[in-house]
């Protein structure tokens, strides 16, 4: 079946309206997914990193991004100077192999990495961390996908069962967040 509602469709101009509401989608999440972290964190996640192996800084920056679910994904212009005042301060070391400088922890980084809490950025607890929070901005975009395909081949009375669908979902997503 192909639209058999009027032109303008359900509250979008057109089907270019539906699409960009889930590129709206999309955008808002990995806003709020972010790869900014709070002072400090870049430093704590290098340290835990190389307290397990030698690495060199893009290796430590896919780590990060994998261990935090891609919520997190620091830029080289945060993760290189960390490596640098670290060298500076004594507690990582650099190596230079096949092109490229290998960091790793120095006797006195040991010792760093022994003095801290155990743990680490990615483990922080809170709305926006661990892989719970990875997949939310998966799942709206793909529900979106799903809308739109409605809005694009459903019947008006499809469209119409799936903006029950869609009112019903926000108002439950809505009752999580009143919950404590």
Do not use: C
């Amino acid at each position: 079946m192909h639209n058999s509602y009027p032109a303008g469709g359900f509250g979008f101009n057109n089907l270019d309206g539906v699409w960009q509401a889930v590129e709206d989608l999309r955008s808002r999440f990995e806003k709020r997914s972010g790869t900014r972290a709070g002072r400090g964190e870049v430093r704590a996640a290098v340290l835990a990193l190389l307290a397990e192996r030698p690495m060199h800084g893009y290796q430590i920056i896919r780590e990060i991004e994998e261990r935090s679910g891609g919520s997190w994904k620091p830029s080289a212009g945060s993760v290189y100077p960390t490596l640098q005042l670290l060298a500076d301060e004594g507690f990582i070391s650099a190596e230079e192999s096949n092109g490229r400088k290998i960091y790793s922890l120095t006797e006195a980084g040991r010792e760093e990495v022994a003095g801290a809490d155990g743990s680490t950025p990615w483990d922080a607890t809170g709305p926006a961390s661990g892989s719970g929070f990875a997949s939310l901005p998966k799942a709206g975009v793909e529900l979106a996908q799903a809308a739109a395909q409605v809005g694009r081949t459903g019947s008006a009375k499809q469209v119409q069962e799936a903006v029950k669908v869609l009112d019903e979902a926000r108002r439950r997503l809505y009752s999580i967040l009143a919950q404590d």
